[in-house]
């Protein structure tokens, strides 16, 4: 029976009893729970060891194959990671809810049907707002807000979908979703709110910045790539995925070009790169799909070493912005060469992960003979370079001497950045164990002398431009409106607008009612009151006399008849 | 605070850089003629082809950014009141 424990339900329920287990065991709680995870996760055997029927459905709480077990190893390494270095720093709150998340992540990845895979999908909604929320501060609380009402519409599509879809198809099985109807395409619309497709993109840089030093680290892993999880499963080869997918590179690009607040361009560097997983699911051939698995993967470590570095940042001098810091290389050496290395893992340098697992993508384009995604590809990879590869290291550790000398951050933070900055390098240099991970057998070399050249010539030539338009790229203390104006700034707007013309709206018919109504009360006086010609009213005396008289009358001829 | 600035930031040191980096260019364009990069649709094979598209592409993106930061750029503060 042990093999049957799903994984991510030991991290889930761990998570939760996290703020009772007494504060001296808390650290091996904390470090323990995702290595249980990523040992359950990778001992756990395939199939679907476990099914349910509950209310008449078919359930599948674990169904284990190469695909859903990538993720869920990625996912407790990332619970690792994230608990190292938010060890000492978190709140108990943030990591329980962070825990809940994580566990609840893999349990979506698990999932053999569309119900558990729900039920996963909208304990992951709250418990990251939870991980948004609790550093207890007002931005925070909005954030947090407008990120969960965007992800409860999300379910909410889902929902309907997948009953749409087992009405039509009778079956609530996982699998890919190649029929189904509206069904289908709601459950697409729900999955891709999660990607950050368009023309939702805006809810992740809106809140993911929002969160604790800590608490972003752990945000920018599980719900985008869960998405990719839930698209490879089920839309694979979905050509509409293209578009979308390229959409998001570019956007993730030219917003993050435009940010000044450096976990803000993070974050837009995650909508660009699940873009790039998100086009390689719509081409659709192993060689794609195995590169969009491998590049979540790689991605989840590289994003997740950049805004720990970040996140030390933020903890050490309190700032966010770039305008505010710069030269910090100076006494946080360690923090910086740690971001550079994540940085030069999300450009896909070769030696590091992203360019075993990038390169992947673009060569499924090619051999698929699809010049404009492979052109838009590959433009995009000089992109990443230039909007974060570049950016975040210059402006954060080098551009100007900002004064600040903040030391390095606890150790518990630095070695959770030597892991993850360790795995960055060891995944690009030694590919091969990533590799025999991914769902389809792989026939792709990375290391080939031409891939190697044509991608440094691309990225030297992308760092020539970025400092040669360096006075372009000059920061300043801005926001970049998006589509969540409609909703922060477009929706109260047009309710202010609206309750004022219906204010108005209302006084006017007020009025005319009130006109109304006396109009037609003193019509009716007229013709009913008692002066008017149908109501006027006979003087009751006058009928007295009447009956009187008539009375008077029948009297009168009673006796006549009596005598 | 009057003491000497970083080695890293010494206008000496950035001239070097500026040097090795122009050596690094020009050394990844060379090196095509020493390996053979796979022409993909015809294009990605020719001569400095990803440096110039790289480069000419980095271009675009940032003054496309920059338009549209003047339509849709306001102040940091602008949803905070």
Not at chain 1, 305 to 334: E, I, N
Not at chain 1, 403 to 414: D, F, H, K, Q, V
Request: proline residues 5%; contains cysteine.
């Amino acid at each position: 029976m042990i093999d049957a424990v799903p994984p991510g339900l030991v991290l889930l329920l761990g998570g939760a009893a996290l703020p009772l287990v007494p504060v001296r065991l808390r650290p091996a709680w904390i470090l323990g729970l995702p290595l249980i995870t990523l040992w359950l996760s990778w001992s756990v055997p395939a199939g679907a060891p476990l099914h349910v029927q509950y209310l008449g459905w078919h359930l599948i709480p674990l169904r284990v194959d190469l695909l859903s077990r990538l993720f869920a190893l990625v996912f407790s390494i990332m619970a690792f990671g994230g608990g190292l270095f938010a060890l000492k720093q978190a709140s108990v709150r943030e990591l329980a809810a962070a825990y809940i998340y994580a566990g609840a992540a893999i349990g979506a990845v698990f999932a053999g049907d569309l119900m558990t895979l729900f039920v996963f999908w909208e304990i992951m909604a709250v418990a990251s707002a939870a991980v948004i929320w609790s550093t207890g501060s007002r931005a925070a609380y909005g954030a947090g807000m407008r990120y969960l009402g965007v992800h409860l519409f999300g379910g909410v599509l889902l929902m309907v979908g997948i009953l749409a879809y087992a009405k039509t198809t009778g079956s609530i099985a996982f699998d890919s979703l190649s029929a189904g109807g509206a069904g289908r395409w709601l459950i697409l619309a729900g999955f891709l709110i999660n990607a950050g497709a368009p023309p939702f993109s805006s809810w992740l840089p809106d809140a993911y910045p929002e969160a604790s030093a800590t608490g972003s680290v752990f945000l920018s892993a599980f719900t985008t790539k869960t998405a990719v999880y839930v698209l490879l499963r089920g839309f694979a080869g979905e050509h509409l995925l293209i578009y979308f997918g390229l959409f998001m590179v570019y956007y993730g690009i030219i917003y993050a070009l435009l940010e000044n607040d450096m976990r803000r361009i993070l974050a837009y560097s995650i909508v660009n790169q699940v873009g790039f997983m998100v086009t390689a699911v719509g081409i659709g051939t192993p060689l794609a799909l195995n590169g969009a698995a491998a590049h979540a993967f790689a991605h989840i470590i590289y994003k997740a070493l950049l805004l720990m570095s970040a996140g030390a940042v933020l903890q050490q001098t309190g700032k966010r912005k770039c305008s505010d810091l710069g030269g910090l290389f100076r006494t946080m050496p360690v923090t910086m060469a740690c971001g550079v290395i994540g940085a030069l893992a999300i450009s896909a340098f070769p030696l590091t992960s992203g360019f075993v697992t990038k390169s992947m993508i673009n060569q499924a384009a090619a051999d698929q003979h699809m010049l404009w995604p492979w052109l838009l590809l590959v433009a995009a990879s000089a992109g990443v370079f230039l909007h974060a590869g570049i950016k975040f290291p210059w402006f954060v550790f080098f551009q100007k001497d900002s004064g600040l000398r903040p030391p390095e951050p606890p150790a518990n933070m630095r070695y959770a950045m030597y892991v993850f900055a360790f795995l960055c390098v060891a995944i690009g240099v030694y590919p091969a164990p990533l590799y025999a991970l991914l769902p389809f057998p792989v026939d792709f070399v990375p290391y080939t002398g031409g891939h190697v050249v044509s991608q440094l010539q691309l990225l030297f030539f992308a760092g020539l431009a970025f400092f040669a338009m360096l006075p372009l790229m000059a920061r300043t203390l801005t926001v970049t409106l998006d589509v969540d104006w409609l909703y922060r700034r477009g929706g109260p707007y047009l309710y202010g607008m609206l309750r004022q013309r219906v204010e108005r709206t209302g006084t006017v018919l007020s009025a005319a009612a009130q006109a109304a109504a006396h109009r037609t009360l003193s019509w009716l006086d007229r013709y009913h009151g008692p002066e008017g010609i149908f109501g006027r009213a006979w003087p009751t005396g006058r009928m007295v006399i009447w009956v009187a008289l008539m009375l008077v009358a029948y009297l009168l001829f009673a006796y006549a008849g009596r005598y | 605070m009057n003491r000497e600035p970083h080695w890293l930031v010494r206008l000496s040191t950035i001239r070097v850089l500026w040097r090795v980096f122009a050596a690094v260019l020009l050394a990844s364009v060379l090196a095509q003629l020493a390996v053979h990069v796979h022409a993909e649709f015809g294009v990605g094979g020719r001569f400095g082809f990803y440096a110039v598209y790289g480069f000419l592409s980095c271009v675009a993106m940032v003054l496309f950014a920059k338009l549209l930061g003047t339509l849709l750029k306001r102040r940091d503060t602008y949803y905070d009141d």
